[in-house]
């Protein structure tokens, strides 16, 4: 006798919301509806050709580690890599340099795994920075981030304590440890690598301070072994999608179906009713803004946190139970954008050209006037480094508020001020304006509202993810097992790999599988 499969609804075509669906549809048990509200899949990977010669990435660039990941699997299943790995400012980065400058044993190893050698660190007077100091105080940096940071006590420390004065407190001590003296030019000089070096940790966890985040958590996120920054070949990050888009039956997916309610009745939420056994648990109504509607038994919400934010008190109903509703609100999501210069001809010399600007003056703090908060906006963008499938295009990251403010300027004043930049640090004025200009706008796509918040904020439980992963229950009962109605997967509310594209696969598959087991037990 055939059986009739219940529906399952995903919000969201990302990488989270596809690997859900390949996930359900392999399992045969259920008949899957993704609703995607762009024209297009992949949400915050987004592979763009035709701006160079070679294909970039607007979103997520690189594979944060490879063992264990089903994304590097699914890329090197298909011969999706690039043959190299790509290499970057971040102060963790890894390339070669020659050891033998350095005195100490220790710090001749640590540089010799860790350093970026041809990157030019510069200052605004555009001085560049000998490179003994700044892999120095990047060494410093790391130190510091180890003792003070990742190798603390959890339970001997504070849930309001944050990150940016452990740090800076950590730093002070390795500066006094070397014998760094207070006041002299070399002091204030390995703070500015140092300031640097936040600004880089800031991008990756999408923060607009290290202030803002918690130091109790802040060793929740946990690195997959193997390359930290493996790159994809011509096909980008889409080209993996493509890959799981094959598993997904044809006619799946409805773009440009932007959801804009669910409704999940019966729920416990509604206290006091009594379960009942029912087999018509088709109970989920999904609402689009272009006024369809779809019946369901199940929802996957894969939306980012930040679209969760900006609709939590229309978007479900009835409102989501307590605990899930203070983990949205707690939960940051910031703002990370990239900017891409492509020029006629590079107008650097070597291949391993990068530009890291240590800006002098402080970041903006909120009793500035808005001209002058204007101004410091740019010191929220750290560098320039070439695009790794592009030789003649630089590629510039900002973050936080300064991101926030970019998007409010056009790709010729952004391209303009970048050349200002450039020309100051470099100390030339004969650095030529780019032929094209692009700089996304994650926080204006009013579906994702920012780019990701890979931290949690002081005052936090702890607990948030954790309330999240867990399922909303009907007040129904399918043969005698409650019906989980309502799930959430996306990178967010992945434990440890948060903010990446493997943790955003895991979760969509984990998600997959509570819907899978319980098809099998109520069966
Ligand atoms: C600039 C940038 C750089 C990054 N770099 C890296 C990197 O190098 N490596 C890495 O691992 N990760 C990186 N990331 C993070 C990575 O891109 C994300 O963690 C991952 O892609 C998130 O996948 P997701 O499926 O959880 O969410 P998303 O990709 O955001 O998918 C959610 C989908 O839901 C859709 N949606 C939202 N609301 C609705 C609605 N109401 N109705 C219908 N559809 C809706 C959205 O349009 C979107 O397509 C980066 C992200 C950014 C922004």
């Given at each position: 006798m055939a059986t009739t499969r219940r529906k399952v609804v995903i919000v969201g075509a990302g990488i989270a919301g596809l690997s859900a669906g390949v996930e359900l549809s392999r399992s045969g048990q259920y008949e899957v509806i993704i609703l995607e509200a762009?024209?297009?899949?992949g949400g915050r990977i987004q592979t763009l050709k035709g701006f160079g010669s070679h294909a970039i990435e607007l979103g997520a660039n690189w594979l944060?580690?490879?063992?264990?990941?089903p994304v590097y699997e699914l890329a090197k299943k298909h011969d999706l890599l690039s043959m190299s790995d790509g290499s970057s400012s971040s102060c963790s980065s890894s390339s070669s340099i020659?050891?033998?400058?350095?005195?100490?044993n220790e710090d001749a190893k640590w540089y010799k795994n860790?350093?970026?050698?041809?990157n030019q660190y510069r200052t605004e007077a555009g001085e560049c920075m000998n490179t003994k100091l700044v892999l120095q105080a990047k060494k410093m940096f790391a130190d510091a981030m180890d003792k003070?940071?990742?190798?603390?006590?959890v339970s001997e420390?504070?849930?309001?304590?944050?990150t940016g004065d452990a740090l800076a407190q950590g730093f002070a001590e390795e500066l006094k440890h070397r014998g760094i003296?207070?006041?002299t030019k070399e002091y204030h000089q390995y703070w500015l690598i140092y300031k640097h070096c936040c600004s880089m940790e800031c991008l990756d966890i999408g923060?607009?301070?290290?202030?803002?985040?918690?130091?109790?958590?802040?060793?929740?996120y946990k690195e997959l072994e193997g390359g930290y920054y493996t790159t994809l070949g011509e096909e980008g990050y889409q080209g993996v999608l493509e890959k799981l888009l094959e598993d997904i039956p044809e006619g799946s997916i409805l773009y440009n179906t932007p959801v804009e309610r669910i409704q999940y009745a019966d729920?416990?939420?509604?206290?006091g009713s009594v379960p009942q056994d029912d087999d018509?648990?088709?109970?989920v109504t999904v609402t689009c803004e272009d006024g369809r509607t779809f019946r369901c038994s199940h929802v996957i919400m894969t939306a980012s946190v930040g679209f969760l934010k900006e609709n939590l008190e229309t978007f479900f109903r009835p409102p989501l139970p307590e605990d899930k509703l203070s983990a949205i609100r707690t939960l940051p999501y910031g703002n990370v954008n990239k900017i891409f210069l492509k020029y006629?001809?590079?107008?650097?010399?070597?291949?391993?050209f990068g530009l890291q600007v240590l800006w002098d003056a402080p970041l903006p703090t909120k009793e500035e006037s808005e001209e002058e908060e204007k101004e410091k906006?740019?010191?929220?963008?750290p560098g320039f480094d070439i695009e790794d499938r592009n030789d003649d295009i630089l590629v510039g990251w900002t973050y936080g508020r300064g991101a926030d403010y970019m998007e409010t300027l056009t790709d010729e004043e952004i391209g303009q001020r970048c050349t200002a930049i450039l020309r100051k640090f470099l100390n030339d004025p004969s650095i030529p304006e780019p032929e094209k200009v692009l700089c996304t706008r994650w926080k204006g796509n009013r579906y994702q509202r920012g780019a990701y918040g890979a931290f949690l904020p002081v005052q936090?439980?702890?607990?948030e993810i954790e309330g999240i992963q867990r399922p909303v229950y009907s007040n129904r009962t399918r043969h005698g097992q409650k019906v989980p109605v309502l799930l959430f997967a996306g990178?967010?509310?992945?434990?440890?790999?948060?903010?990446?594209t493997h943790g955003a696969m895991v979760s969509g598959m984990d998600q997959a599988k509570v819907l899978i087991n319980f098809s099998l037990v109520s069966k």
């Amino acid at each position: 006798m055939a059986t009739t499969r219940r529906k399952v609804v995903i919000v969201g075509a990302g990488i989270a919301g596809l690997s859900a669906g390949v996930e359900l549809s392999r399992s045969g048990q259920y008949e899957v509806i993704i609703l995607e509200a762009m024209s297009t899949f992949g949400g915050r990977i987004q592979t763009l050709k035709g701006f160079g010669s070679h294909a970039i990435e607007l979103g997520a660039n690189w594979l944060h580690g490879t063992k264990g990941s089903p994304v590097y699997e699914l890329a090197k299943k298909h011969d999706l890599l690039s043959m190299s790995d790509g290499s970057s400012s971040s102060c963790s980065s890894s390339s070669s340099i020659s050891s033998s400058i350095f005195d100490d044993n220790e710090d001749a190893k640590w540089y010799k795994n860790n350093s970026a050698e041809e990157n030019q660190y510069r200052t605004e007077a555009g001085e560049c920075m000998n490179t003994k100091l700044v892999l120095q105080a990047k060494k410093m940096f790391a130190d510091a981030m180890d003792k003070n940071v990742d190798s603390i006590h959890v339970s001997e420390v504070d849930m309001d304590q944050n990150t940016g004065d452990a740090l800076a407190q950590g730093f002070a001590e390795e500066l006094k440890h070397r014998g760094i003296v207070n006041d002299t030019k070399e002091y204030h000089q390995y703070w500015l690598i140092y300031k640097h070096c936040c600004s880089m940790e800031c991008l990756d966890i999408g923060s607009n301070t290290l202030r803002d985040a918690q130091l109790k958590s802040y060793d929740n996120y946990k690195e997959l072994e193997g390359g930290y920054y493996t790159t994809l070949g011509e096909e980008g990050y889409q080209g993996v999608l493509e890959k799981l888009l094959e598993d997904i039956p044809e006619g799946s997916i409805l773009y440009n179906t932007p959801v804009e309610r669910i409704q999940y009745a019966d729920c416990n939420t509604r206290n006091g009713s009594v379960p009942q056994d029912d087999d018509d648990d088709a109970v989920v109504t999904v609402t689009c803004e272009d006024g369809r509607t779809f019946r369901c038994s199940h929802v996957i919400m894969t939306a980012s946190v930040g679209f969760l934010k900006e609709n939590l008190e229309t978007f479900f109903r009835p409102p989501l139970p307590e605990d899930k509703l203070s983990a949205i609100r707690t939960l940051p999501y910031g703002n990370v954008n990239k900017i891409f210069l492509k020029y006629k001809r590079p107008f650097w010399n070597s291949s391993d050209f990068g530009l890291q600007v240590l800006w002098d003056a402080p970041l903006p703090t909120k009793e500035e006037s808005e001209e002058e908060e204007k101004e410091k906006f740019y010191r929220m963008l750290p560098g320039f480094d070439i695009e790794d499938r592009n030789d003649d295009i630089l590629v510039g990251w900002t973050y936080g508020r300064g991101a926030d403010y970019m998007e409010t300027l056009t790709d010729e004043e952004i391209g303009q001020r970048c050349t200002a930049i450039l020309r100051k640090f470099l100390n030339d004025p004969s650095i030529p304006e780019p032929e094209k200009v692009l700089c996304t706008r994650w926080k204006g796509n009013r579906y994702q509202r920012g780019a990701y918040g890979a931290f949690l904020p002081v005052q936090a439980l702890g607990k948030e993810i954790e309330g999240i992963q867990r399922p909303v229950y009907s007040n129904r009962t399918r043969h005698g097992q409650k019906v989980p109605v309502l799930l959430f997967a996306g990178e967010a509310f992945h434990k440890t790999y948060f903010s990446t594209t493997h943790g955003a696969m895991v979760s969509g598959m984990d998600q997959a599988k509570v819907l899978i087991n319980f098809s099998l037990v109520s069966k």
